[in-house]
Nanobody, 128 residues
Framework: VQLQASGGGLVQAGGSLRLSCAVS????????MGWFRQAPGKEREFVSAISWSGGNTYYADSVKGRFTISRLNAENTVYLQMNTLKSEDTAVYYCAAQMSFYCSAYGCYAKEDKYDYWGQGTQVTVSS
């Protein structure tokens, strides 16, 4: 399984970006997916997750109301639409896929060790 994240870049505060994560190798439609981020000097943190069907979504409080996660199973892709970006959103963003676990609650989706495959990360820089 390979995950390829893209869509990062430099944007002014208040702007928007859409990240994409393309998955290849196995049946994407069975994977719950998540996005994490790591800012300089900080630990990686949970951002958002989506169930395999897309019917359930989860967000960290810091991004709730500004970010939207979605997936298009026909294209093996998960998206993270990021609006009203803030300087504190600056980080490397990683997508991840679950295969060994099928979480059903926020607390599970937010844990890094519940994800089996990770993308390489895409840099998001928000200038103030």
């Amino acid at each position: 399984v390979q995950l390829q994240a893209s869509g990062g870049g430099l944007v002014q505060a208040g702007g928007s970006l859409r990240l994409s994560c393309a998955v290849s190798g196995r049946a994407f439609t069975t994977y719950p997916m998540g996005w994490f981020r790591q800012a300089p000097g900080k630990e990686r943190e949970f951002v958002s997750a989506i169930s395999w069907s897309g019917g359930n979504t989860y967000y960290a409080d810091s991004v709730k109301g500004r970010f939207t996660i979605s997936r298009l199973n026909a294209e093996n892709t998960v998206y993270l639409q990021m609006n009203t970006l803030k300087s504190e959103d600056t980080a490397v963003y990683y997508c991840a896929a679950q295969m060994s676990f099928y979480c059903s609650a926020y607390g599970c989706y937010a844990k890094e060790d519940k994800y089996d495959y990770w993308g390489q990360g895409t840099q998001v820089t928000v200038s103030s």
